[in-house]
């Protein structure tokens, strides 16, 4: 019978979703056999999975640390953002419409079952499941329905340990506070904390963390330090994406502009790790560097309103005055919309039915359309001829004269388009720059170097990752308070 143990954070981006990936590898080198589970996510950055539907990134990271295929059981239910109060609700890997803030709320409660059957079903497959939560479950407001934190954890009976960020500060407020406004039931669930994000030396906070004991009777599983290696990890959160670029480097200069939905952005990090490049995200009211060699345009939850913002920004002149230059321009899935000369959104999708002009760099056209792709593709580039792999996932279908030009060959069907000049392009394949081959051959037509096997970074930032688990967090201690799977 398989055990659970539930990771929950006092807030955001306290770091969750990457001490349950260690946490998972380093149960994996112990010999168990581990799955991730995250009953709801909300994240823009999501994985194809091998079943043919979409989960979180952070999910797809943790089933790599376990050495297997990500499946929608570990992430059955996935908000997309797509305005400031609404997303786009996926569940069991599939888009099943659009939903106010509000309105998600009264009718989260129903997505239960689904999220059990998805528990269930991993629960058969191995030996423990550690389950990351969403924010924090001292968000009271959202308590009634919850099935994200304690809601969840209450219907598993699957216990909890509690982790604090110290970096942000504050953090013996963070978890006593959190003991202060659960109510009793769900403090009941709760078998110790941890604290994330140490810099400096631990032992300053020793007593910290034992006046943190004395105020919760909760034991300490541990003082995680600062993990160096993180950014070599694919990030979750859009917050982290300052701390991706290399601004200021030396090399190849690539801009990106932070559009407000931006998605999939972990297509960012193969680049960002080659110490030829110098990747810079370029934040509202910063013009694009006059010494920019490639701006990346990557993807968005909402093509049409990203480019409205784009412009608002005055990043379309910016990119005009960089193709006169002589610069090159490339956009990923949403970014490629953008480059067109029209996207249509006759259905009313996105906002209100319509069309827009796009910038105009590629004539191309758009349709937007409800039925989203989502698919695991391999190919290659056409203008090097090396392969490379990525996946699909987007609303609409593009086309035009300048597809005449594909960018890329996928099972004998050319994908993307160029312009006549060779120095647009586009396409909807993402995660093209994880492939070595291709990163390689598309920075030396820019005169950079590849010194870089990303891969291979990965699954090292992952062993890294467990062995620092091993050293600083409390396994033993996690394995005991675990709970079978009922």
């Known amino acids: 019978m ?5 990771i929950q954070g006092t807030g955001s981006n306290v770091g969750k979703s990457m001490i349950v990936a260690g946490i998972l590898r380093a149960l994996r080198n112990r010999g168990l056999t581990v799955r991730p589970f995250k009953p709801q996510n909300m994240s823009n950055n999501a994985a194809v999975t091998s079943d043919g539907g979409e989960i979180g990134r952070a999910q797809a990271l943790q089933a790599r640390a376990c050495g297997v295929d990500p499946h929608t059981d570990m992430n059955p239910v996935l908000l997309k953002p797509q305005t400031a109060t609404g997303a786009q609700v996926v569940v069991q890997g599939k888009v099943v419409g659009s939903q106010e803030a509000r309105a998600f709320g009264r009718n989260k409660q129903n997505l239960m079952p ?24 001292a968000e009271t407001n959202l308590r009634a329905g919850d099935i994200a934190n304690m809601g969840f954890a209450q219907a598993a009976q699957v216990p909890v ?19 202060a406004v659960l109510d009793a039931t769900d403090n009941a669930m709760i078998k110790g904390f941890c604290v994330n994000k140490f810099r400096g030396d631990r032992s300053l906070f020793d007593e910290g963390r034992d006046d943190i004991v004395a105020r919760t009777g909760w034991p300490s599983f541990g003082v995680l330090p600062w993990f160096e290696h993180a950014a070599r990890l694919p990030a979750e959160d859009v917050m982290d994406l300052p701390a991706r670029a290399r601004s200021g480097g030396a090399g190849l200069v690539i801009a990106v502009p932070q559009l407000p939905r931006i998605a999939n952005f972990d297509d960012l990090d193969p680049l960002a790790a080659e110490p030829s490049v110098d990747l810079r995200m370029i934040t509202n009211g910063t013009a694009i560097p006059a010494d920019t060699d490639l701006i990346l345009l990557v993807g968005s939850k909402s093509t049409i309103a990203d480019l409205a913002d784009l412009r ?29 000369k029209t996207i249509s959104d006759p259905t009313g999708i996105e906002g209100p039915a319509g069309t827009v002009e796009g910038l105009g760099h590629l004539d191309v056209h758009t349709v937007l359309e409800p039925v989203k792709h989502l698919s695991l593709r391999t190919g290659f580039h056409i203008a090097s001829g090396t392969s490379l792999h990525g996946y699909e996932i987007h609303m609409g279908k593009t086309d035009g004269p300048d597809c005449t030009r594909p960018l890329l060959k996928l099972d004998d069907t050319g994908e993307g388009a160029t312009n006549q000049g060779a120095r647009v392009s586009g396409c909807y394949l993402h995660g093209i720059f994880a492939s070595d081959a291709f990163r390689a051959a598309y920075l030396a037509t820019l005169d950079a170097k590849s010194s870089v096997v990303f891969e291979d970074q990965v699954e090292q930032a992952l062993d890294a990752l467990a062995a620092h688990i091993e050293a600083y967090f409390d396994l033993d201690a996690l394995l005991e308070a675990a709970a079978e799977v009922k």
């Open 2 to 6: 398989a055990k659970a143990i539930m």
């Open 312 to 340: 608002t920004a005055g990043w379309d002149i910016d990119i005009a005055a960089h193709i006169r230059r002589g610069g090159h321009v490339m956009g990923l899935c949403g970014g490629y919309q953008m480059l067109g």
């Open 114 to 137: 689904a999220v059990l059957e998805s528990f269930a079903r991993l629960a058969t497959q191995c030996d423990i499941i550690v389950i990351e939560g969403a924010g924090s479950p």
């Open 161 to 179: 340990i509690l982790m604090g960020d110290i970096d942000r500060g504050g953090v013996i407020a963070q978890i006593v506070g959190t003991q």
